[in-house]
């Protein structure tokens, strides 16, 4: 049973440490969320699940991190100055401002019928008029007004990978095809953020451009990246039925793609439209690697791009031919994976009193603590010094933690809700055989294992 809604995910998040409203000692920040200790585990283990899928256990996928702030002239060529925009209209009578879509009701043509102000219910709108979201800064000790100081937050780490594409194809002796990856902040001047985690300004991606030839088939490899995205979604815990693929069509599609398949989330299960996008799979064809290119020429003859002084085209060895690779891009984001990981990890059991538990059963390599150790008597000096033992033994291996503060049973209660494979209980007995009691979160099952097969039993129990 997966969260009933977002709310329950947003107090047990807070309640238990994994996310909390940012700047609340001012008064909060709209839409700005802080990662706390268990948070913080929880995306690091998600992030290096997807790492290790793509750069470790693949052969053809490079990692890197490029910076955040790049050339203005970047999201120039990139079309993001021009294009990145979101529309939006004003109400005339209360001057409340909203995103075009929101509020507005697309009819099967694609054009837009006016729905009342959800404000004053008035029916008096402004033209829609484009916003750019680039969030923009200031670079260096300039005057306000000095153009030349402006620079933009990345929206996409995409575009790091795409300038560095002849650098790693070098450096690394690449041939196609290959991809490389890049995970980290991106930032978004977004008009209506909100859902929890879901739509903020700053946030995490987990991106990967395929390069690929020109006569590759870019369809099937978008199918392709959409079957690998669906297993590995499976791998960390989300329930198949719960996704589900939207083929976007041409007029929503971003202005580089020629196709994009989006894998959508139930995040919305009390609602009767439930999903929402987690990721986006991209046939970017070669529109980014010609854009920043200084040799590529449009129809007329003319560069395309006067202001750069590399040219990204590859030379294919086999066919003495030399062109711009063809991109298939995999975007996914750290942030709604983690909330859509949460979602499906929720769940309810009763016990033997008849109270109602929560249960996280997270998968045991993105649980942000793979053990408890938990002394059964706290005023029991010889117990608490063998289960702090046990704890520094087993730390070095995996993440385990020592938590005394109340009962067994408030203990457990504990650990199950932030999703705490397994306990390891130290108690009287433990003084006179050196065996402690191994109990599951998910059974709530026990059982009896000497210290010195500790650490490989719980090895084992987490991988397997
Ligand atoms: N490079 C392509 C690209 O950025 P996108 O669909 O705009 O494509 C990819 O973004 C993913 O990044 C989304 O599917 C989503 O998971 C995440 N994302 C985008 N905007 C977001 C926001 N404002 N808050 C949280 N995550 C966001």
Not at 109 to 128: L, R, V
Not at 187 to 202: A, C, D, W, Y
Not at 277 to 303: C, P
Request: proline share 5%; aromatic share 10%.
């Amino acid at each position: 049973m997966p969260a009933p809604n977002i709310d329950t995910i947003v107090s047990l998040a807070k309640r238990r440490g994994f996310v909390f409203p940012s700047s609340e000692v001012y008064g909060g920040l709209g839409s700005a969320w802080d990662y706390g200790p268990l948070g913080v585990e929880l995306c690091n283990n998600v992030k290096q699940s997807w790492w290790r899928w793509l750069v470790y256990e693949r052969d053809d996928i490079e990692g890197i991190d490029s910076s955040i702030i790049l050339n203005r002239l970047v999201w120039k060529y990139s079309g993001h100055e021009a294009t990145f925009n979101d529309w939006l209209v004003d109400c005339r009578k209360c001057k409340s401002r909203f995103r075009q879509d929101k509020v507005f009701e697309k009819a099967a043509d694609g054009s837009f019928q006016t729905k009342a102000c959800p404000s004053c219910g008035a029916h008096d709108w402004t033209d829609a008029r484009p916003f750019n979201t680039m969030l923009q800064t200031k670079l260096g000790a300039v005057a306000d007004d000095d153009p030349s100081a402006l620079a933009y937050l990345r929206p996409e780490t995409a575009q790091g990978i795409f300038i560095n594409f002849l650098n790693v194809q070098t450096a690394m002796r690449r041939k196609l095809p290959f991809g490389i990856a890049q995970v980290g902040k991106s930032f978004r001047n977004e008009v209506t953020p909100g859902n929890f985690i879901l739509r903020t300004r700053e946030f995490e991606q987990m991106e990967m451009e395929y390069f690929v030839a020109p006569d590759a088939e870019h369809s099937k490899l978008v199918d392709y990246w959409v079957e690998q995205y669906l297993d590995w979604f499976q791998s960390i815990g989300l329930i198949r039925d719960n996704l589900y693929l939207y083929e976007v069509p041409e007029d929503e599609r971003a202005h580089y793609s020629k196709r994009t398949v989006d894998i959508m989330y139930r995040y919305f299960p009390e609602r009767e439209k439930p999903w929402e996008e987690l990721m986006g799979i991209a046939w970017r064809t070669d529109f980014d690697l010609s854009a920043h290119s200084k040799n590529k020429l449009d129809a007329e003859g003319k560069r395309i791009n006067p202001d750069s002084t590399e040219d990204l085209s590859y030379f294919d060895e086999p066919t003495k031919t030399r062109f711009y690779p063809h991109v298939i891009e995999p975007a996914a984001g750290v942030n709604r994976t983690v909330l859509a990981v949460l979602m499906d990890a929720y769940s309810e059991k009763t016990n033997d009193k008849g109270e109602t538990r929560v249960i996280l059963k997270l998968s045991p390599h993105l649980a942000p603590i793979k053990a408890a150790i938990l002394p059964l008597a706290k005023n029991k000096p010889e117990i608490v010094g063998m289960a702090k033992a046990i704890k520094r033994s087993l730390q070095p291996t995996l993440r385990a933690v020592y938590d005394d503060t109340g009962g067994i049973g408030k203990l457990y209660a504990r650990q199950d809700e932030i999703g705490t494979p397994l306990c390891v209980t130290v108690d009287h007995q433990s003084l006179e055989d050196e065996a402690v009691t191994v109990r599951d979160r998910d059974t709530w099952e026990q059982e009896r294992v000497k210290v010195s097969e500790l650490a490989e039993h719980l090895q084992r129990r987490l991988q397997g």
